[in-house]
């Protein structure tokens, strides 16, 4: 079983919608969740970081850990057509030292 | 501007031989890392480095080589012995002990042939 688990969509969703991005994962000891925004051809762009459970909000993103469930999920509000891409979760021990563990990615595209 | 620029955008070489990724960051980061992307999967470790001159092997680290003579600059060789190569390769650097942090470079296209 692969330690971090997300769905590779693709999905779609209309302009305006909320979007629900997920992640399971088996390592109770990761600690550190992290979302990264990945466009076409380019370098994964880090989008927020979470330390432990509980929520993170920045502007149309909320990040939310449930490490009793081992389940992460990005929320975006409002969703605009420029957020299509794909969205890769990460995740980390505290002891790690350096590595990140990602999940595939999840494919999100957002039609006017 | 700060950031973590890697070259060629794309690169094409022939099967047998060995091909060197560029990564230079200027963000004063003393972690540089590299990883290798193939469709629909995500990222693997291939190396890392926290200090100048010193480096550890990722997981997929077999037909790779790199060095770190530099604080910026972190380059990746792509050897012969390496059976897969072609890929995205995506370099990434972050504060020392903060690697939950990454900052990736646009990344570099390598199709062998």
């Known amino acids: 079983q692969k330690e971090v688990e997300q769905d590779p969509g693709p999905l779609s969703v209309p302009e305006g919608a909320i979007v629900s991005l997920n992640c399971t994962y088996s390592?109770?000891?990761?600690?550190?969740f992290m979302w990264y925004r990945q466009y076409s051809r380019k370098g994964p762009e880090l989008l927020m970081y979470?330390?432990?459970?509980g929520n993170k909000e920045d502007g149309r993103f909320t990040a939310q850990v449930d490490k009793s469930s081992k389940y992460i999920s990005l929320f975006i509000r409002d969703s605009q057509p420029s957020d299509s891409a794909t969205y890769l979760c990460?995740?980390?021990?505290?002891?790690?030292?350096?590595?990140?563990?990602f999940g595939k990615g999840t494919s999100l595209l957002v039609t006017p | 501007d700060g950031g973590i620029t890697q070259s060629p955008k794309y690169l094409f070489r022939k099967e047998g031989q060995n091909v060197t990724l560029s990564c230079e960051q200027n963000?004063?980061?003393?972690?540089m890392y590299w990883y290798r992307q193939d469709p629909g999967q995500g990222l693997r470790l291939i190396y890392y480095?926290?200090?100048?001159?010193?480096?550890q092997k990722g997981d997929i680290a077999e037909g790779y080589s790199v060095s770190r003579e530099k604080k910026e600059s972190f380059p990746l060789t792509v050897t012969s012995a390496q059976k897969n190569p072609t890929a995205f390769y995506l370099c990434?650097?972050?504060?020392?002990?903060?690697?939950?942090?990454?900052?990736f470079g646009p990344g570099t296209r390598l199709t062998v042939t």
């Open positions: 480095s926290q200090i100048v001159n010193d480096f």
């Open positions: 990434a650097s972050s504060i020392l002990h903060s690697s939950y942090e990454q900052y």
């Open positions: 979470t330390y432990s459970s």
């Open positions: 990460a995740m980390s021990a505290a002891n790690s030292g350096y590595a990140l563990n």
């Open positions: 963000l004063n980061h003393d972690a």
């Open positions: 390592n109770s000891a990761f600690q550190y």
